[in-house]
């Protein structure tokens, strides 16, 4: 039952993360419907760094396009690499919200903003301003022509994500679209955005509750995270496909249908 439970968390984590519906949400009130333990904070976190290595394995050439660099060329794009810049800009936003609130008041969103009620009316505003983006003006700004500041706006929305129910991909791509990014586009800077910043929540999580972790046992964890993996890379696919034609309409209903039925369960 403990390797079925990490499986089951895997599953959700993978296909929820990158499709705007929020993983975390996800894994908190699927949990609860099938009557197993919230995985809690910590233990999502950690979890999510196998969507990580799925974003890293899926955009392999773009990250790791080096095979002839030697080392010193190797800094020297990273240094001046522009989509690598802008990455590192917009994850300021998340990791200087995201550290305060873990530094001066680590268990706030386990107190106040876990909660079912909240995660369902989270589920609600990002459904309007999922339509809101939907709804906005193709746009012609890409990841070859963005600016910084267009950049660090994404990142400025991104650092909502650490709000259980909103969404990182959901607040990335829906800011990317208002603020008029092609729809191609706006998914993959929000995949290859989401590296830094999940990879750093893990770290600090796995960190910080170290000695939690061997209770659990490390095989099942393992087993979690390729699960993410696995299922983290099926979701990328189908969102790159799906998104670029058909845009938010789904996951907006869904969202809605989610709150809903959350709130019909309180």
Known sequence: MEYLKFILYGLIQGLTEFIPVSSTAHL???????????PGASLSATIQFGSVLAIA????????????????????????????????IATIPIVLLGGSIKIFIPYFFDNVLRSNLSIALVSFLMAFFMYLADSSKRGSINIKNHNYSDSFLIGFFQAFAILPGVSRSGVTISSALISGWERGDAAKFSFLLGMPAI?????????????????????????????????????????????????LKIFIIYRLIFGVVILLSL
């Open 199 to 247: 990879t750093l929540a893990a770290i600090v999580e796995f960190i910080s509750s170290f000695n939690d972790f061997f209770s659990i046992g490390l095989l099942p964890l393992f087993v979690g995270l390729i699960t993410a993996f696995m299922s983290s890379l099926l979701a990328i696919d189908f969102l790159l496909k799906y998104f670029s034609s058909n845009g």
């Open 28 to 38: 908190k009130v699927i949990s609860l419907f099938l009557g197993i333990d919230d």
């Open 57 to 88: 394995w899926y955009f392999k050439n773009d990250i790791f396009n080096f095979k002839t660099r030697t080392f010193k060329n190797f800094l020297e794009y990273i240094l001046h690499e522009r989509l690598l810049t802008s990455i590192l």
